[in-house]
């Protein structure tokens, strides 16, 4: 093998579909490819830009009291490349009318970030590199 396949999807674990599928549908912009009670779990997938696929996941047996803690050990966070700091300010906006708690827009020498959550507390954030 020559080169390292492109990541395909990710699917976060929530306590219920039907809380987060209206939030992630009013992030996205689009409605779900898949929306469908897979037994032993409930999904609903949208497809993103670039050919990736980004999921939900409903499990019987969720703590209701549970919520994401990036300090465990496995997912850290989800990134979303944006083409420029300018598109990250308009994430921004789009985020503060959604009344979607975030971090702010944070510079580094590596790039710009904007961290928010979902309504699980899964860790997302746009991400700009930086411009030349």
């Not at 409605?31 to 779990?41: F, K, L, N, T």
């Not at 609903?44 to 050919?51: E, K, Q, S, Y």
């Not at 961290?115 to 997302?124: C, E, T, V, Y």
């Amino acid at each position: 093998m020559s080169d390292f396949p492109p990541l395909g999807h990710v699917a976060l674990t929530v306590k219920s579909c039907d809380v987060s599928r209206p939030w992630y549908q009013a992030l996205l912009g689009t409605q779900p490819v898949i929306d469908e009670d897979a037994g032993p779990w409930y999904h609903v997938v949208w497809a993103l830009p670039g050919g990736g696929l980004l999921g939900i996941h409903e499990h019987p047996g969720t703590p209701s009291d549970d919520s994401f803690d990036e300090r465990r050990v496995g997912l850290d966070h989800v990134s979303f490349h944006c083409g420029s700091r300018n598109e990250l300010d308009a994430w921004k906006g789009k985020l503060d009318e959604m009344g979607v708690r975030n971090g702010g827009i944070t510079d580094a020498p590596y790039g710009s970030g904007l961290s928010f959550r979902d309504p699980d507390g899964n860790a997302l954030e746009f991400f700009a590199a930086p411009e030349n």
